[in-house]
């Protein structure tokens, strides 16, 4: 059988180091430019979303959006019924910065699917969506403090 994760951990490995050189100018270091990225298309988000959809535990989103705050991406303001919840917001610094890393997102996107057509991109794009699914499925399991079979 074909180790085809093994060669989705080394494009997601290269990516996320190429990013880290990059931002690294800006402050951003460690994949806290995921966390940006996703507080700036969805403001008002909460932390525990932020690290479902970047596929974390809540403690390791916690530190990475502390990071971000206090270096004045992000802010977090209390919600208006339950003043217990806060919401995220990207600051005028992360609204700054989001548009070069999404330049970033869609280069690199250019670059890994350069020589595909269009239906080898949907094809490959439908196939990983699956492999995410089945993923999710044990993340979820494990998640709760449960152990798989192997």
């Given at each position: 059988m074909k180790s085809i994760l093994r060669e989705i951990g080394m494009i997601a490995r290269a990516l996320d180091s190429i990013s880290n050189i990059e931002f690294k100018e800006y402050d951003l270091t460690k994949g806290q430019y995921l966390y940006l990225v996703r507080i700036c298309e969805h403001p008002g988000i909460i932390q525990e979303k932020v690290a479902e959809m970047i596929k974390v535990d809540r403690s390791t989103a916690a530190r990475a959006i502390k990071k971000l705050e206090l270096?004045?991406?992000?802010?977090?303001?209390?919600?208006?019924?339950?003043?217990k919840i806060k919401k995220l917001y990207p600051t005028e610094k992360g609204q700054r910065?989001?548009?070069?890393?999404?330049?970033?997102?869609?280069?690199?996107?250019?670059?890994?699917?350069?020589?595909?057509?269009d239906n080898e991109i949907e094809m490959i794009f439908n196939q990983l969506q699956r492999i995410r699914t089945n993923i999710e499925k044990d993340w979820e399991y494990v998640k709760k403090g449960n152990k798989r079979n192997y």
């Amino acid at each position: 059988m074909k180790s085809i994760l093994r060669e989705i951990g080394m494009i997601a490995r290269a990516l996320d180091s190429i990013s880290n050189i990059e931002f690294k100018e800006y402050d951003l270091t460690k994949g806290q430019y995921l966390y940006l990225v996703r507080i700036c298309e969805h403001p008002g988000i909460i932390q525990e979303k932020v690290a479902e959809m970047i596929k974390v535990d809540r403690s390791t989103a916690a530190r990475a959006i502390k990071k971000l705050e206090l270096h004045h991406f992000i802010e977090k303001k209390a919600d208006k019924q339950n003043k217990k919840i806060k919401k995220l917001y990207p600051t005028e610094k992360g609204q700054r910065i989001y548009p070069y890393i999404k330049r970033e997102n869609d280069h690199s996107n250019k670059v890994a699917l350069s020589g595909f057509n269009d239906n080898e991109i949907e094809m490959i794009f439908n196939q990983l969506q699956r492999i995410r699914t089945n993923i999710e499925k044990d993340w979820e399991y494990v998640k709760k403090g449960n152990k798989r079979n192997y």
